[in-house]
């Protein structure tokens, strides 16, 4: 399924003295089998976005408004917004949402703070069973094999925690079965907002880790929303940059992280590796890679073979 | 909570706004009961005159004060409708079995709603032109002297305003969980009654462990900071200021011209 989105503007309160425009005229295209990522500053409208492709936050509204605001002479009409995810059209009212949010899993930022049932497996079954084709009733096997995958699926033993109460797992633990509890209905776009933060370095590898093994079997996209540049250089096949509710970049990590004047002066961090890199060049050290550590490793060392 | 704009609390700088908040509920009090003391539509011709100024001078738009109203509409309208058709007077227009309207049921229905627009009005004139916080502040100060009598009143200040102050950031927990949820196909506008307070369950168990792990890390910070209840100073200290003398003199002229009208004039009809 390809994301596509074309003049996209949400503004949240809108003809209030709280307004605020979160995105302006966003247009970006998310193609089928991407492992992309979305960075911004704090309010740039990364989480606006993302929660608008599984139609959290409706289209229609907002956009009919802004439709209707009354042209000046000689003005065009503003274009049409377009939102597409799959075949889904997310402008039209009439559109089912709930068969979109099948095939559109989205976690939360500290997904761990959402579970609530008895036990792992009924907390991963929730989705499952709330996504079940209507007066098909799920077997019990069914259930198990399913929450049974997805727990395998994030690094989980189901017979070591289905039946523990999720309160009682580790936090790296608890996200993971949280993480299950999305991706158990094999969404094809899998959206993830901060999907690390607050965990250990080791903890961070470790979901990056599962979140690799899930793209393309599990989930053929995933979208990540990420601070952690770092993250972003190491993973993603392309970056979207928002800036106060706009897209300043698309680009493969390994041109977007040359633009290194660019990111600090959008308030943004560059991974370890450009920092390197930098401080090369301004020793007169050219160095071009992907900015993967692996690569500036390999390129480094070369580096070194090829000057003695 | 980009959705929900907690309170009715209008921002805007306006001579209304800056008035201390004490004599703002006093105004409000005095208000009350200039309503009370009026008992002919002259006398709520000068409240209404009144609080007119007042909203003129909140910068409030007038629409948005007359939403106010739309909240007690139907109370209001049942309260006049029954006093239509129940009070009975000299000069009666229409009659049925113990129903019936008369001219001063007709007076004595618009007395009512206009008395009780009145009152709701000012009471959210209150809100539009007071934070919260500024409230509870006020409130504070103005139960001060149960202190003699041991009353915990800076307690009970402080369980206010972080009440007020949590209000907005678990509504945002709400809507976040809900969307959570909603994500993973939780339904909360279909089915019957039974299945939609169901369907709540996935939110409020989350919700409220997370009130539980605010209120623990709140009390740890506050604890760190070695809070120890009395003797805390302002950030904002309520001050009276020309402005509330203005009001006082406008409360004053308020109470005077509606006891006279009383006195002099007397009642509805």
Redesign the interface.
Known sequence: MRIVAEHLTHV??ER???A?K?LDDVSLTIEEGEFFGIIGHTGSGKSTFV?HL?A?IRMPSSMKRYRKKRLKKGEAPPPATVLKVGDFDLTDKKTDF?AL??HV??V?QY?E?????ETVKEDVA??LK??AEKGKHLTEDEIRAAVGDALAAVGLDYREVADKSP?DLSGGQKRRVAVA??IV?KPEILILDEPAAGLDPLGKQEIMRLLHAIHGGWCKTVVIVSHDMDEIAENCTHVAVFDGGRVRYVLPPAELFRKTDELIGLGLDIPLTAKLVAALGRRGIELSCDFTTEDFIRKTLALKGGGA | M??V?FGQY???SSFVHRLDPRMKLFFLVAFIVAIFVADSFYGLAVCAFVLALVVAWSKVPVLKVFRAVRGVLFLALFTAAINLLFHTGETVYWEYGILCISKEGILFSAYLILRLFLLVICSSMLTYTTTPVSLTDGIESILTPLKWVKFPVHALALIMSIALRMIPTLMEETE??K?????????FESGNLFKRIKAF???L??LL??AFRRADELSDAMEARCYKGEKRTKYKKLQFTWRDLVVLFVIAALITGVALLRVYVGEIL
């Open positions: 949240y309160n209030s003295p709280f605020v979160a929660q599984n959290l709930y949010r099948k899993g989205m939360f997904p703070y959402q579970l609530f049932a929730f989705g709330n996504f309160f509890g999305v209905t | 980009k959705e704009s209008y921002p805007v976040r969980i969307n959570a949820q909603t994500a993973r196909g939780a339904n369950i996935p939110v168990i989350p462990l997370s």
